[in-house]
Nanobody, 118 residues
Framework: QVQLVESGGGLVQAGGSLRLSCAAS????????MGWYRQAPGKQRELVAF???????NYADSVKGRFTISRDNAKNTVYLQMNSLKPEDTAVYYC????????????WGQGTQVTVSS
């Protein structure tokens, strides 16, 4: 059974930093693409950062140069390092393991709240 557990969210002042973690079980992080998404109140869920199994990364324009996605294979964990945080980064952040074999299902974590005060 695949489980993704996010942690590391919280309240931070603008300009500050947070590191989110997504601990995976029932799957191997290094063998799959992984993503971080976020959803602000009243808005649709949006892609923040994506990491392929080959190590390629992709970022939303709004976070380029500030956020970094990475993984620790030994810990089977994906991270999102967030620097220079802005109030508009306030959202619930979700970890995604897309289209996992053999079912092809997408697996989401429960989310972690990030609040950036001005």
């Amino acid at each position: 059974q695949v489980q993704l557990v996010e942690s590391g969210g919280g309240l931070v002042q603008a300009g500050g930093s947070l590191r989110l973690s997504c601990a995976a079980s029932g799957m191997i992080v290094r063998s799959n693409s992984m993503g971080w998404y976020r959803q602000a109140p009243g808005k649709q869920r949006e892609l923040v950062a994506f990491l392929t199994s080959g190590g390629s990364t992709n970022y939303a324009d709004s976070v380029k140069g500030r956020f970094t996605i990475s993984r620790d294979n030994a810990k089977n964990t994906v991270y999102l390092q967030m620097n220079s945080l802005k109030p508009e980064d306030t959202a619930v952040y979700y970890c995604l393991a897309p289209s996992l074999l053999p079912t092809g299902y997408d697996y989401w974590g429960q989310g972690t709240q990030v609040t950036v005060s001005s």
